[in-house]
Structures are given as structure tokens and as C-alpha cells.
């Protein structure tokens, strides 16, 4: 009986950290994205933009299903799954105006494509961390 618990507590223990993995990886690679996309606006690099749009839509898929996003959640943050899916569904149209603009040589209305996206990200932080 004891090895039974031993081995479910186990492979919860085993669950939670690999649900953290693809939370932090998420994180990180969207991280990495809007770093690039600042620093291509910042230096007048479209393709460091276009790269950086592309890690932030790899890293912002995790997030598209609201089923999905509460595996990730701590069990008291739960029920903010819908406020990760509403920044995550923010961020997706963002990128898309993005997209557009850079196409037509709208960088001004880009850059607040930009500016959006990162607003998403800052207001879902805020509420399901706690800021």
C-alpha cells in the first residue's frame, strides 16, 4: 500500500514538473520574441521583427485552449484560465496587425501592434501572478 502512494505521488510530482517545463519554456520563448521584435524596432531590423513575431506566435500556441491553460495553472489560480486565454487571443490578433503593418510599411501602427502585445502579456502577469 505504501508503494502504491509512493509511486502516485510520484508521478504527480513528475505531471507538475513537466507542466512547469512547457510553461517556462512557453515563457522563455516568448521572451525571446519580444526581445527581438524591441530590438529590431530599435535598430530598424525588419527581419530581427519577423523572427521575433515568430517565437512570440511558437510560444503564445501553449495558451489557444482554455483546457490547456489550467493544466499550467497553480490549483488556486484555476480559474483565471480565461484571463491567459483572453491575452494569449490579444496577442495572436496583435501579431497579426503587426504582420500587416510591417507589409505595408506602417511601422509607427506596427510598433503599437508591438506595444499591445506586451501590455496583453503585462496584464495577465499582473493578475494571475499577482503583481
Known sequence: MKLVKILVAASLFVAA???NDVMQKSMSIM??????IQQGFLNNNLELIK???ELVKEGN???SDKKVISQYLP???KHM???AENASKRIAL???VLELNLDTKSYVNAANAYSDMLNA???CHSIVRNW
Open 31 to 36: 521572451e525571446k520574441g519580444m526581445t527581438q
Open 17 to 19: 514538473a513537466n507542466a
Open 75 to 77: 490549483e488556486n489560480k
Open 94 to 96: 496583435d501579431i497579426n
Open 81 to 83: 484560465a480565461n484571463v
Open 121 to 123: 502579456c503585462s496584464s
Open 61 to 63: 500556441s501553449l495558451f
Open 51 to 53: 523572427q521575433g513575431t
